[in-house]
């Protein structure tokens, strides 16, 4: 028997499937290639790792976007032996430096402009030895860059049998926490973990990728491993299509219109503003047939009109960086095929029925099991071959994160009967009034289903007497104008909750500031508020 390790998710497309395409918006144009182009520039890059000294014990960063250079990087790596940590493009310098360092990278693969020059002014703070443009040219430098084309077209490819023997237990990838406190934690994902994973992906339960799908994940590649896509629908021989460089919703629509997209992936607000963007300007959806929406909440309003105007299935995820990424997908059961679309509606819009492979616990302040009742909420805690049990060099974390092999995730949430997991809030998110819990989740959704507004987030604000109360925020949708009073009425007819669960205040923003992955940045919201933290920020 062999290793669990990524190899057979290289051999698969690029012997089964070597004239599927993989198309890729880059910073110049979209490039058209194949599984069988893949394989060869893959086997390449392996030679130019191998010549270059790059084997197990390494560790390849990248910074950069969604293209067939980075899905090459995603192999070459890890084949070679070595580690591939994915840097996200979009943190603060202070945090670039702080990630980089801390993981030691030896090399970062770094895409052309703006990323390229954020390396450039971090240079003198950074001791990587190299950095690889993804690119054909390196721009004038004084940074140690060769072109990733040029390590292409100087090296031959390896022949299949002179690939590298990997195991199972060889750290394979790795990607840093996006917390809104603290410094971003490393979390190290194994060629088995990976493995593992992807094929939990596969699985019709996780994400049922098949060989026809049109892939596009647009969730970025520095993000959890893009959820897996790269590794999962390779395997399958889908079709891939790699969005490039923030890409914009017309950029998202061109590609769906173009390439007949059947299934795509990302945050709720890519979608939003899909959604948005085909409202004002129209679009050609036919082709898709589902987008896998996860991250933070999906909001019901957003899944209703998939469906209902554009027959698209919004499959709403839940996961983690610590869990690989998806962690549940839901859909209703076989059982619930007759039920009235509102029914299966308060399904769907939960995080849905934990992937095949894991298990999970639900318990409360005291460490007992909560019930199952759709209604006692408690921190959700969850083990499995796919999920971590410690983070990278931070032993106090790894003392309060974990319980033995079980990672205390962090979200509350209540299970129904039917063992659907709904979130209702981040652990230092939630709201506690007068001794009792507010989901501030809750209340983001129904305000999002009022049409006048495009995205919400609530906070907790502290408050004398009934130490914290939710403060909403929404920004309106265009050419609307919201009302308070009117907001108030739409929660108190929409919410199901009793009146104190409603916001103190709602108040109208331009913009609501979001994390580097695309959530609401809760933290960064109390701040532009101006909101006294001190008692939120520790939970
Ligand atoms: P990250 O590690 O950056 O992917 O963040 C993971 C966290 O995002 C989870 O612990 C949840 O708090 C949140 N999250 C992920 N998916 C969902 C979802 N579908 N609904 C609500 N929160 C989510």
Redesign the pocket.
């Known amino acids: 028997m062999t290793d669990l390790t990524i190899r057979p998710f290289f051999w698969r497309p690029t012997n089964l499937f070597p004239e599927t395409r993989l198309v890729s918006r880059t910073h110049d144009g979209t490039v058209d290639t194949s599984y069988g182009e893949f394989g060869e520039r893959v086997r390449s890059l392996l030679a130019a790792l191998a010549d270059r000294g790059f084997g197990p014990g390494d560790r390849i960063g990248t910074f950069g976007w969604n293209h067939h250079r980075h899905l090459e990087t995603y192999y070459a790596a890890p084949l070679s032996g070595a580690q591939l940590h994915t840097i996200n493009v979009q943190l603060g310098d202070e945090d670039i430096v702080y990630i980089v360092e801390d993981a030691d990278d030896d090399v970062l693969f770094v895409d052309p402009g703006d990323p390229f020059e954020t390396i450039e002014r971090l240079w003198s703070e950074l001791s990587v030895e190299q950095v690889v443009v993804m690119d054909e040219t390196v721009p004038e430098t004084d940074v140690d860059a060769v072109a990733y084309e040029d390590l292409i077209a100087e090296h031959e490819p390896i022949a299949e049998s002179e690939m590298p023997e990997l195991e199972e237990e060889y750290p394979a990838g790795m990607c840093y ?2 917390g809104t406190t603290g410094r971003p934690k490393g979390v190290e994902y194994t060629q088995k973990m990976i493995y593992a994973h992807a094929m939990m992906v596969m699985t019709p339960a996780g994400l049922g990728i098949e060989e026809g799908d049109v892939v596009m994940p647009v969730v970025p590649m520095f993000h ?1 491993n893009s959820w897996e896509f790269p590794y999962a629908a390779t395997m399958a021989g889908a079709t891939q299509v790699y969005p490039g460089p923030s890409p914009s919703a017309a950029d998202l629509l061109e590609l769906i219109e173009r390439e007949g997209v059947t299934m795509t992936a990302g945050v709720p607000t890519v979608w939003i503003n899909l959604l948005e963007h085909v409202d004002e300007h129209g679009g050609d959806l036919s082709s898709l047939e589902r987008i896998v929406v ?5 909001p019901e309003e957003m899944m209703r009109r998939y469906d209902e105007e554009f027959d698209v299935t919004v499959e ?7 869990t690989m990424s998806i962690g549940s997908v839901s859909r209703p059961k076989s059982s619930m095929a007759d039920w009235d679309p509102s029914r299966k509606y308060e399904k769907r819009r939960k ?1 849905g029925l934990l992937s095949p492979g894991l298990e999970m616990r639900v318990v409360n302040d005291a460490g007992e099991d909560v019930p199952w009742d759709g209604e006692s909420a408690g921190e959700l805690l969850v083990r499995g071959p796919t999920v971590i049990t410690e983070y990278y060099n931070r032993p106090q974390a790894n003392e309060e994160d974990f319980e033995g092999d079980w990672l205390k ?3 509350i949430v209540s299970v129904d009967e039917d063992g659907y997991i709904e ?1 209702v809030d ?1 652990a230092k998110d939630v709201i506690k009034s007068g001794g009792e819990w507010i989901s501030s ?1 809750a209340l983001e959704n129904a305000l999002m289903a009022n049409p006048d507004v495009v995205e919400a987030a609530v906070v907790g604000v502290p408050h004398e007497k009934w130490q914290e109360r939710p403060l909403a925020t929404v920004v309106a949708a265009e050419d609307a104008d919201p009302d308070e009073e009117e907001l108030q009425n739409h929660l108190r007819e929409t919410l199901e909750q009793p009146d104190w669960w409603l916001p103190d205040e709602i108040r109208v923003l331009e913009r609501i500031p979001k994390t580097a ?1 695309g959530k609401f940045d809760k933290q960064g919201l109390r701040e532009k508020l101006d909101v006294d933290t001190a008692e939120t920020e520790d939970r």
């Not at 709403?316 to 610590?322: F, I, Q, S």
């Open positions: 926490t996006s959890v996860g991250g933070s909440a999906a709403h995820a839940w996961g983690m960086t610590e995080q995730t962090g979200d979130v981040r989740i992955t």
